[in-house]
């Protein structure tokens, strides 16, 4: 569903990727990880087409991602679910209102019905903070809200970045469960971390593969952690 060849990415006179070759397949589950400032954020720009490699090419549902014109982009990445590392929402708006918010950019708003809605919540855990503020969510319910919004467009691929940094370890296993979930549903899940526990505690469910990035290039680990 996703696949780098033979990718190179410079930024500012730097080459942070070179020679990278990865094939993201149809209800695969990968972590990414590897050091602060490796660049894990910079991967998962390239495989939603937020950035276009220096060298080789990107293929996102099988198309080039540099021959796609802004509209065909746009219409890519909504079957793209993609949870930001700084979460943000418009904070005079209810959550409920931020979660369905794509929906309503692209004219999709009256597809969702209020029942399925109200599952979504459920799902999350946020029913009762439907209609909160999003100042009014903590460290936890903000990544929940975010996972939320990531998945109304029912996406194929969902690429998370650090989706438990900012979380206990009780919040990351009820996160990475819901992502679990998402995979066993056949969504092809891409999270990026630096937790090793978390990694461990995935391949307890899934057959999860870690992508590691270390010299420039991006490479499958292997069983040992």
């Not at 467009?153 to 900012?166: F, K, Y």
Request: charged share 20%; with cysteine; aromatic share 6%.
């Amino acid at each position: 569903m996703i696949e780098l060849d033979a990718v190179a990415y410079s930024y500012g006179g730097g080459e942070i990727f070179s020679d990278v070759s990865v094939n993201l397949e149809q209800g695969s589950f990968y972590f990414l990880t590897g050091p602060s400032g490796a660049g894990k954020t910079t991967f998962l720009k390239l495989c939603y087409g937020g950035l276009l490699p220096t060298a080789g090419h990107v293929r996102v549902f099988g198309a080039k991602v540099c021959s796609l014109e802004r509209d065909q982009v746009a219409m890519m990445r909504r079957k793209i679910g993609i949870v930001q590392q700084d979460v943000q929402f418009l904070d005079h708006l209810p959550v409920s209102d931020n979660i369905v918010l794509p929906l309503t950019i692209s004219d999709r708003n009256s597809d969702l019905a209020a029942p399925d809605l109200d599952d979504l919540m459920n799902w999350v855990g946020l029913t009762d903070r439907a209609r909160g503020l999003p100042e009014e969510l903590s460290g936890g319910e903000r990544q929940r809200a975010a996972l939320a919004r990531a998945v109304i467009m029912s996406p194929d691929i969902v690429l998370a970045d650090e989706p438990t940094g900012n979380v206990d370890w009780e919040m990351s296993k009820r996160l990475l469960y819901l992502l679990t979930e998402l995979n066993q549903m056949g969504k092809t899940v891409l999270i990026a971390t630096h937790d090793l526990s978390l990694i461990r505690a995935a391949k307890a469910q899934v057959q999860a593969r870690v992508l590691r990035i270390s010299k420039r290039g991006v490479h499958l680990a292997g069983a040992n952690l």
